[in-house]
């Protein structure tokens, strides 16, 4: 039995940390995008960051930041992994010395494969429903099926997911991992407690085959 591995992004309060944490999720994601409605500072992000224990991965989340910004994201939120969203190379990705996921937007078609060529030194790929030159947590979905199948590294599906969709997504597309923010939440970066729970429930019954706990 594989198991899907979970990411709440866009994380801005304790509280919500700390529900992701007793849910027991892989990963939370912090924003730190200009553009972002869910941009959290550098002192919420570290206090955030304080609340986790080890079992609990941090995805910093940038998009075109300039390297003194990634730097100090480095520096004092001590991420796990960085996530690029912007137009950043291979090289500028790499020159951090952390793992990294590359997004790849995903709202235009066309074949992800040449994208993820041009990041060989990626450890995962996020793919998302917005379009090229958009941040991510639009809340628009993609075809599934545009998935590369079999792919030699790890593939985060993002984009409409919802406690309502996300178990089909996962039985169809069977992705290592999903990827949700605006689809748990009530505003940005204010999640719903409810919503974070059966978001988590529906991607561990899909995971075990069960029936959809969403539904009925």
């Known amino acids: 039995m594989s198991r899907t591995r979970i990411k709440l992004c866009g994380m801005t309060r304790a509280e919500d940390v700390a529900l992701a944490v007793a849910l027991e999720v892989d990963f939370i994601g912090l924003i730190f995008a200009e553009r972002s409605p869910r941009r959290v500072a550098l002192e919420q992000a570290a206090a955030l960051r304080a609340l986790l224990p080890s079992t609990t991965a941090v995805v910093a989340l940038l998009m075109d930041n300039p390297r003194a910004d990634v730097d100090a ?3 004092r939120v001590r991420p ?3 996530q690029f969203h912007g137009g950043e190379d291979n090289g500028f990705c790499t020159s951090f010395g952390l793992p990294f996921w590359k997004a790849i937007a995903m709202g235009e ?3 992800p494969l040449p ?4 990041h060989p030194a ?6 998302d429903g917005h379009a090229a030159g958009e ?3 639009s809340g628009r979905r993609f075809d599934w099926d545009r998935l590369p199948r079999d792919a030699e590294r790890p593939i985060l599906l993002a984009g409409g997911l919802t406690a309502g ?3 089909v997504a996962v039985r169809a597309a069977r992705p290592w991992g999903v990827d949700v923010a605006s689809g748990i939440e009530c505003a940005p970066g204010i999640k719903d407690p409810e919503a974070m729970r059966r978001f988590v429930a529906a991607v561990r019954a899909a995971d075990v085959g069960a029936a959809d706990p969403t539904i009925g």
């Open 165 to 167: 969709n996300v178990g």
């Open 135 to 137: 941040a991510g947590g």
């Open 122 to 127: 990626a450890d995962g790929f996020v793919l």
């Open 115 to 118: 994208a993820m060529a041009r």
């Open 73 to 75: 994201v480095v520096s």
């Open 109 to 111: 078609g066309g074949d």
């Open 80 to 82: 796990d992994v960085l």
